[in-house]
């Protein structure tokens, strides 16, 4: 499978600031997504992220809060912007290998702490 | 809309018995099905799924579940738990073709007591 790689794997954030989170892939893939595991809870579906075109977003999930990047095949960013602590959670970076049965693939997370 | 309950917040047996984390689904169409595992600060593992065929599948580390249609459930299950089996269990679903996502059950805590 992939070796997927996720920066930062933690980070202490103060309210009001954004940080970016790099998902790099070492092979390319179709389908990248993000999604959110806030504390406690299950995994949450952020967006898809599309090669050359804007991500497609879930419900109560919008590009300015969560705006993405997908360059490439092989890599994409999530950013979080104007950070609250209920922002706090673990971002995971989850690839699709183009298997006909579809099982993701996911990176490590990033835990992000708002203060 | 599709989904998947796992009942159980936590599960407790004794190293050497048999587990069973259990997980039902609610789908509109042919479901895939899948088992995942998060150890503490990693992220999701990859353990087993369920396309088509054998009603029985078997996964890695000795986990298997089975698939059962008429009760629409897939509970994961191991023979002979080991201490290092206690982690986090999530049962995942996706309803067509490859390139959607997985939704998830709220995850099911194992804790195998020596």
């Known amino acids: 499978s992939a070796v997927i790689s996720q920066k930062p794997s933690r980070d202490i954030c103060q309210r009001g600031t954004s940080l970016t989170i790099q998902c790099q892939v070492d092979?390319?893939?179709?389908?990248m997504f993000w999604y959110r595991q806030q504390p406690g809870q299950s995994l949450t579906l952020i967006a898809t992220?599309?090669?050359?075109?804007?991500?497609?977003?879930e419900s109560g999930f919008v590009i300015d809060k969560f705006p993405i990047s997908r360059p490439n095949l092989t890599f994409s960013t999530l950013t979080v912007s104007n950070m609250s602590p209920e922002d706090s959670s673990i971002y995971l970076c989850?690839?699709?290998?183009?298997?006909?049965?579809?099982?993701?693939?996911f990176g490590e997370g990033s835990r992000l702490t708002v203060l | 809309a599709q989904s998947v309950a796992q009942p159980e917040d936590q599960v407790n047996v004794a190293e050497g018995n048999p587990l069973t984390v259990k997980c039902t689904y609610s789908?509109?169409?042919?479901?895939?099905l899948f088992w995942y595992v998060q150890y503490p600060n990693r992220g999701l593992q990859f353990l087993l799924k369920?396309?088509?065929?054998?009603?029985l599948v078997k996964g890695s580390y000795g986990f298997e579940a089975e698939f059962n249609k008429s009760q629409t459930s897939f509970h994961l299950k191991k023979p002979s738990a080991l201490v290092s089996d206690s982690a986090l269990y999530f049962c995942?679903?996706?309803?067509?073709?490859?390139?959607?996502?997985?939704?998830f059950g709220k995850g099911t805590t194992l804790s195998v007591s020596s």
């Open positions: 992220a599309n090669q050359g075109s804007e991500a497609t977003y």
């Open positions: 789908v509109s169409g042919n479901p895939y």
């Open positions: 995942a679903v996706r309803v067509g073709q490859a390139g959607t996502a997985l939704i």
């Open positions: 369920y396309i088509t065929g054998d009603n």
């Open positions: 092979s390319q893939v179709t389908m």
């Open positions: 989850s690839v699709d290998e183009g298997t006909s049965t579809g099982e993701l693939f």
